[in-house]
């Protein structure tokens, strides 16, 4: 995993704190912010990031955190 793709518009709707955390915590992993990632459904409704074209979800930011921590490893 080297790049995971925020949406602005969900960074809005709650997951800036997972950014965050991310970059802190794994700073050798690039973390980029795209204005609208095109996945408008997921977004207005869930937590996601993109991870190449694959779309990662969950219910909640904090769940989404934890995701990201285990699939990182």
């Known amino acids: 995993m080297k790049k995971i793709k925020y949406c602005t518009r969900n960074l809005k709707n709650g997951t800036k704190p997972v950014y965050k955390a991310m970059k802190a915590k794994y700073p050798d ?3 980029k912010k795209k204005d609208c990632l095109g996945n408008c459904r ?3 409704h ?4 993109m991870i190449k074209s694959k779309s ?14 285990k699939m990182i490893g």
């Open 42 to 44: 997921t977004c207005k």
């Open 56 to 69: 990662i979800c969950a219910s909640s930011p904090d769940q989404l955190y934890k995701q990201l921590k």
């Open 46 to 49: 869930e937590s996601f990031v």
């Open 29 to 31: 992993i690039k973390m």
